[in-house]
């Protein structure tokens, strides 16, 4: 049970919570309108009164809005005062970090993305030349995408590069026909992500591929653990 069918379930019996927990109805009711953030002992609190508890987990993060905040702050494709509340609270931590150089920002957001650990991601192994048919694929799916990863930076850098590419998408679910699915991430030639945030912002067209911005390339070079290749791209920045 996530968080939040937990707050509906209490929702469906607000008195009978509320005596028992101690939470007033009136915090119930902005937990579950998401005006207010409830503290980890006022969720066990509310568990408890309906016969439940509350574990928590720590694993690693995945979050596109790390890498959405870093690109606010230093990348001119992406606007520079977001709405959205999850990039408004990573420039906050980024702040708080005291993280203000763009070679740490694009590290720890390509640390914070996890790309590999995103909702929806798929990992295929493919064939030499499967790339040139993903303009078709994702036409006929009206479907905006991508390329990032060792295709890119190997098209940038003008030397083959190895490891795995990605394919952002705006597609969300959409099981796409392309490559063999692959259990493990390793075994992947191309991950398939759906965009959560910023991914596509700034993208370009090169013949008939598409290819990520560069900074978000960066960031996702960061993730997939491609150092050196990030190294490599981001040598300029330190002039």
Do not use: C
Not at 22 to 44: N, Q
Not at 128 to 157: E, H
């Amino acid at each position: 049970m996530t968080i939040d069918e937990l707050i509906t379930l209490a929702g469906e019996q607000p008195t009978r919570v509320s005596r028992r927990s101690g939470v007033s109805r009136s915090t119930l009711k902005r937990v579950k309108d998401g005006t207010s953030e409830p503290t980890l002992s006022t969720l066990r609190e509310v568990a408890l009164a309906l016969g439940l508890d509350v574990t928590v987990t720590a694993g690693p993060a995945s979050d596109p809005f790390a890498a959405a905040a870093a690109r606010t702050l230093i990348d001119d494709s992406v606007p520079e005062n977001p709405e959205d509340s999850g990039i408004v609270a990573w420039l906050d931590r980024f702040e708080r970090w005291n993280i203000t150089d763009p070679l740490t920002l694009v590290a720890e957001a390509g640390i914070v993305q996890g790309i590999t650990r995103r909702p929806g991601a798929r990992f295929v192994a493919t064939g030499p030349g499967d790339l040139a048919a993903l303009p078709d694929l994702f036409a006929g799916q009206n479907t905006r995408w991508a390329l990032s990863g060792a295709a890119t930076a190997t098209v940038i850098m003008g030397r083959v590069v190895e490891g795995p590419s990605v394919v952002w998408h705006d597609g969300g679910d959409t099981a796409f026909d392309f490559g063999t699915p692959v259990a493990e991430p390793a075994a992947a030639d191309v991950i398939l992500v759906p965009a959560g945030a910023t991914e596509l912002a700034g993208h370009y067209t090169q013949g008939p591929l598409n290819f990520v911005a560069p900074v978000q390339l960066v960031i996702d070079l960061h993730s997939l653990g491609m150092y050196e290749e990030a190294e490599f791209l981001t040598n300029g920045w330190r002039s």
